[in-house]
């Protein structure tokens, strides 16, 4: 029997301890860190489970995330399927000066990896079928959200009613769980997109990802399966419109330009995509019989590749904040409970959304005094290796409170 025949086999009315809306990684990811908790959990998604691994998407996993996914259990079956990276080249524009971050430097076979989206979700969903306790509902939509001091109850599209002791907003930037809750958001458009795309490259990637900062935005070309790479270009809106707009040869043509020769010929791999870069931070994360994980909490520019990354931190981290709690009988649910993980999760995810914003527009800005002082900075580095260290540990997901899921 298929997954998505077998989403909802229960009677119409339903009583769980946790509803978490979104069934994407990050929602994925929290019901498997929640295996042994004892708590009964629904995850509620709008796709059908098969067209929701059906996006398109690539993602930079790191450090951070692995653990959480080897905690879990399912990172021998993610690691066999993805490619990882050994050393990140980092370097400003045309400066001949490069700092090399290795993964020895972490004690570690890799600094990251590369994975699809659809390899994640397809692990953690085969996951989920061992878990008696998780139940989907999908395709289903949540169309109203009415808490009260013991519990929620949501309103489905289908007529069904959950009635739950807490929710869970895992359905992205646009989450209608926090608009509906009035939580409020700040943050800015960036004046970039991105364009995405896989190339097949003459020569081996040799596992080294490159990030190249430009006036227009960062560059990255990331080693994956199959021996591929995956191209992020970072430029301002029409600029890449344009990028998108090209047909293959051209944008080869344009990729040698801005990238060099170094793997020999290029040849695309399946369509471009493009999306804008913006900045997002809900002003809380927590209110009575409600947490907000992932994109539904903040977003951040894809430099460095922190976004899904920080999500799978919420995870596990509220994960072990409810494991915790139910098995020391408190109330779940209550505000007492969840600020617990939002004090644990929104000053460090803070900290990472500031060092991106930072990072692009420290990048971005051609004042002289400025490019020189970066320039500086990018030696130093190099030359200094604590100073290094930290910097790769930091963006590897390895600063700060660690959370373990139970």
């Not at 996006?55 to 959480?68: E, F, L, M, N, P």
């Not at 879990?72 to 524009?93: M, T």
């Not at 922190?306 to 999500?311: D, H, M, P, V």
């Not at 002289?368 to 970066?374: H, M, S, T, Y």
């Amino acid at each position: 029997m298929s997954q998505d025949v077998a989403c909802s086999a229960k009677p119409a009315v339903f009583d769980y301890d946790i509803a978490i809306v979104g069934g994407g990684v990050v929602g994925a990811t929290l019901a498997a860190s929640l295996k042994h908790s004892g708590l009964a959990i629904a995850i509620i998604e709008a796709q059908s489970q098969s067209d929701a691994i059906a996006k398109g998407q690539a993602y930079a996993i790191h450090q951070s995330s692995r653990q959480v996914f080897d905690d879990i259990g399912v990172w021998p079956q993610i690691e066999s399927q993805i490619e990882f990276f050994r050393q990140v080249r980092l370097s400003d524009a045309d400066s001949p000066h490069v700092v090399e971050f290795e993964s020895s430097e972490l004690q570690a076979k890799a600094i990251g990896y590369v994975a699809k989206h659809r390899i994640l979700l397809q692990e953690l969903q085969s996951f989920l079928t061992t878990c008696e306790q998780v139940d989907w509902h999908c395709p289903a939509q949540v169309t109203t959200t009415d808490y009260d001091a013991k519990g929620a109850t949501l309103q489905l599209a289908s007529g069904e009613s959950l009635r739950v002791r807490m929710v869970v907003a895992a359905d992205g930037a646009k989450s209608q769980v926090r608009q509906q809750a009035g939580i409020k958001t700040h943050g800015w458009p960036y004046w970039q997109s991105c364009v995405v795309a896989t190339i097949a490259p003459e020569k081996h990637h040799d596992n080294i990802a490159y990030e190249k900062f430009w006036p227009s935005g960062p560059f990255a070309i990331l080693p994956s399966a199959k021996d591929e790479c995956r191209v992020v270009w970072t430029a301002p809106h029409k600029e890449a419109q344009a990028l998108l707009d090209l047909n293959d040869d051209q944008f080869i043509d344009q990729l040698h330009h801005r990238y060099g020769n170094q793997m020999g010929q290029l040849s695309l791999v399946g369509k471009r995509h493009l999306f804008p870069a913006k900045w997002m931070h809900a002003n809380r994360y927590v209110q009575p019989r409600l947490a907000l994980v992932g994109d539904a909490a903040h977003s951040c520019h894809p430099v460095g590749g922190q976004g899904l990354n920080l999500g799978i931190r919420d995870a596990a981290t509220l994960a072990q904040v409810l494991t915790v709690a139910h098995q020391h009988g408190e109330d779940i649910g209550s505000l007492m409970v969840l600020r617990r993980y939002q004090s644990w999760r929104r000053q460090q995810n803070l900290l990472s959304l500031g060092f991106t914003d930072i990072l692009n527009r420290t990048f971005s800005n051609q004042w002289f005094p400025l490019v020189q002082v970066r320039r500086l900075g990018l030696q130093v580095m190099q030359r200094i290796p604590p100073l290094k260290v930290w910097s790769l540990k930091f963006m590897a997901g390895l600063h700060g409170r660690s959370a373990t899921s139970t």
